[in-house]
């Protein structure tokens, strides 16, 4: 099953997740200290991470480490900078009206 990237990292739980395995592979344990919550439900938001392909687990002996994914980021951070730049378009041409509508009331 395909999960939306958008909805994975809708989870607050996901995004510190992401956040702590940005600065070094960590095993579930390891990651399950930060949280006060159950392994198994750190396992099941890592399961979620795993398939958008937003996390990577690698095998070492008899541990599982998960490392971020950096391209999937990287096509997220792609779309977003295309979204401010729409927004950004707007909130100009809004500045640019107000600025109109200011002059014009001031004469």
Same mark, same amino acid.
């Not at 995004?15 to 395995?21: D, F």
């Not at 592979?25 to 399950?32: D, G, I, Q, S, W």
């Given at each position: 099953?395909?999960?939306?990237?958008?909805?994975?990292?809708?989870?607050?739980?996901?995004?510190? #997740?992401?956040?702590?395995?940005?600065?070094?592979?960590?095993?579930?344990?390891?990651?399950?200290?930060?949280?006060?919550?159950?392994?198994?439900?750190?396992?099941?938001?890592?399961? #979620?991470?795993?398939?958008?392909?937003?996390?990577?687990?690698?095998?070492?002996?008899?541990?599982?480490?998960?490392?971020?994914?950096?391209?999937?980021?990287?096509?997220?951070?792609?779309?977003?900078?295309?979204?401010?730049?729409?927004?950004?378009?707007?909130?100009?041409?809004?500045?640019?009206?107000?600025?109109?509508?200011?002059?014009?009331?001031?004469?």
């Amino acid at each position: 099953m395909r999960r939306d990237v958008f909805q994975a990292i809708a989870d607050p739980t996901r995004r510190a #997740i992401l956040l702590l395995v940005a600065s070094q592979a960590m095993t579930p344990n390891a990651l399950a200290e930060h949280f006060d919550s159950t392994r198994q439900a750190v396992s099941k938001h890592l399961k #979620i991470l795993t398939e958008c392909e937003l996390l990577r687990a690698t095998q070492q002996g008899r541990e599982i480490y998960y490392e971020i994914e950096a391209k999937k980021l990287k096509e997220i951070d792609q779309y977003l900078e295309k979204v401010k730049s729409i927004w950004e378009s707007r909130f100009n041409q809004l500045d640019d009206v107000l600025k109109t509508l200011k002059t014009t009331n001031k004469k």
